[in-house]
């Protein structure tokens, strides 16, 4: 059983900074892909930023030069790390991790169950 959890959403300013966690549990071999995603209200879930095991990143360009991806891959761990927030970002964020066990051919996607951050005056 894997678990993927997120946290450090809330409430923030404009101009304001949030890091978000996200670890993943259980029964892992190794922990591959991991990444970001979003989703606002009345709109499609729409990627952020991913990060492999080896350090290689990636990010949508509506938050290259705001957020900043990283990972601890001792603990199955993945951070992200908000500047220069607008009320545009505003949105339930979710964790991806792609995860092998014991018993996988491949890796397999695991989700969070989201994790909401808004930004407002």
């Known amino acids: 059983q894997v678990q993927v959890v997120e946290s450090g959403g809330g409430l923030v300013q404009p101009g304001g900074s949030l890091r978000l966690s996200c670890a993943a549990s259980?029964?892992?071999?190794?922990?591959?892909?991991m990444g970001w995603y979003r989703q606002a209200p009345g709109k499609e879930r729409e990627f952020l930023a991913a990060i492999t095991s080896r350090g290689i990143n990636n990010y949508a360009d509506s938050v290259k030069g705001r957020f900043t991806i990283a990972r601890e891959n001792a603990q199955n761990t993945v951070y992200l790390q908000m500047n220069s927030l607008k009320p545009e970002d505003t949105a339930v964020y979710y964790c991806n991790a792609q995860i092998t066990n014991m018993f996988s051919v491949r890796p397999v996607d695991y989700w969070g169950r989201g994790t909401q951050v808004t930004v407002s005056s």
């Open positions: 259980g029964s892992i071999a190794s922990t591959h892909r």
